[in-house]
């Protein structure tokens, strides 16, 4: 079965610090990869996803996430935090013949302004 | 953009009484809508997959007597927590999606409180 690990359970920036969020899956195969995330007293959302073509996936409010296939990695990114990122992200993995998407445990993310 | 809606937000129940938890596209249909539960901090674990027209696929470990799901349409999904317990009191999500592979679009929750 597929696994997917969130390495960094709780972050605390600074605001303007840059941010990397890692994602690591074990499925060896084609994958949909995606990142969501819950703001406080919110639903989760999508930020953005990956199916295919360029790696370098861009989403919303700045985000960005590469998809590294050899390392099995899909890492969200931001140069430059803010307050209001302050949230929980999902790292989620769709395996090539399934259609049940794989969570990661999550990681809080917290922003001093 | 895709909505999901769930209903109730928050239920407060007793001991040994069922509960009926509805999730709604409202956009759009939804082939399969998921059902997830939700602990403090923790990840989304998956509880069943429901298909319209068809019997909810549960994952190991779920009671599929307890946690009864309905796909009567393209547009609604209901989770009963049957008998219910204060254990079971969680934080239930409902996710739909218009293609197998393609975006979850998620409902805000229902927050059960079981006494």
């Known amino acids: 079965a597929q696994s997917v690990s969130q390495h960094n359970h709780h972050v605390i920036l600074s605001e303007a610090a840059s941010l990397e969020l890692g994602c690591n899956y074990s499925y060896g195969g084609t994958v949909n990869l995606f990142w969501y995330v819950q703001y406080p007293g919110q639903h989760l959302q999508l930020l953005l996803k990956y199916f295919s073509g360029d790696p370098l996936v861009k989403g919303i409010k700045g985000f960005e996430a590469e998809f590294i296939k050899s390392k099995f990695s899909f890492n969200l990114r931001k140069p430059s935090v803010q307050w209001s990122d302050t949230a929980e992200y999902f790292c989620?993995?769709?395996?090539?013949?399934?259609?049940?998407?794989?969570f990661g445990r999550g990681t809080s993310l917290i922003v001093h302004p | 953009g895709a909505v999901v809606s769930q209903h109730p937000s928050r239920v407060i129940c007793k001991s040994g009484t069922s509960v009926k938890i509805e999730c709604r596209s409202l956009d759009f249909q939804a082939t399969t809508m998921f059902w997830y539960r939700q602990f403090p901090k923790q990840s989304l674990m998956l509880m069943a997959t429901s298909n319209e027209g068809s019997k909810a696929t549960y994952e190991q470990g779920v009671e599929k007597d307890k946690f009864l799901i309905n796909h009567a349409s393209l547009t609604l999904s209901t989770l009963t927590v049957t008998s219910a317990h204060p254990e079971d009191s969680s934080f239930y999500i409902c996710s739909a999606g218009t293609d197998y592979t393609d975006t979850q679009y998620f409902g805000p929750g229902t927050r059960l409180t079981v006494l």
């Open positions: 989620a993995v769709i395996a090539g013949g399934s259609y049940i998407p794989t």
